[in-house]
């Protein structure tokens, strides 16, 4: 029997995920959480084989949350299932050791075959996204400048930015400079939209 935690902070698409694990007999839903920051706590406590886990959740992202199992639970491999198929996403996940990449509007039987398929130890990515990827490459930003432009995309202005990173304006406004230039866009507002269509956010 696979046991499986599932992750999903949307309350309809975790309850048929539930649902269709739940018809498959070789498969028990340990779990199920909606925010990333339970993940490691629950997975530690429930022992899954499995856990299938959303990228955008409150509290800690789903990336980061396959991080820490692959640290501290390593018997447990990690399934990304989500709706931003940015192929920036696909490279983090792989960093990550994450063991399975599948989209949302893939059928449902590629995701039982997927769970059934990384339980037995093989890794399960979704080949358009691997061409995806290939084709954009890894992030072009340094960790500061794409912490700086994740500030940035909140809405705050560059006073405010360098207040929350402990940088001086000046730094802050090389930071978008550089940012900006790397990715080929004409402002802050276009460098925040092509990072975050390549998933580099």
Known sequence: MIRVLIAEDMH????????????????EVVAEIERGDEVLATALRVRPDVA???ID?????????????AEQLPGCRALVLTGLSQPGN?????????????????PAQTL??????????????????V???????????????????????SGVRTAQIATQLSLSQATVRNYLSNAI???????RIDAIRISRDAGWL
């Open 131 to 153: 061409a995806a990827a290939l084709e954009t490459g890894s992030s072009p930003l340094t960790a500061r400048e794409t912490e700086v432009l994740r500030v940035a995309a």
């Open 52 to 54: 299938v886990l959303d």
């Open 112 to 129: 039982t075959d997927g769970i059934r398929r990384i339980a037995r130890g093989e890794r399960v990515i979704d080949p358009e996204l």
């Open 90 to 106: 696909l490279l983090r996940a792989l960093k990550v050791h994450v063991r399975g990449f599948i989209v949302k509007d893939a």
């Open 57 to 69: 959740m409150p509290g800690l992202d789903g990336l980061s949350a396959a991080e820490l199992l």
């Open 181 to 187: 230039s790397k990715v080929g866009a004409r402002n």
């Open 12 to 27: 309809m698409i975790r309850s048929a995920l539930v649902a269709l694990l739940s018809l498959e007999d070789d498969m």
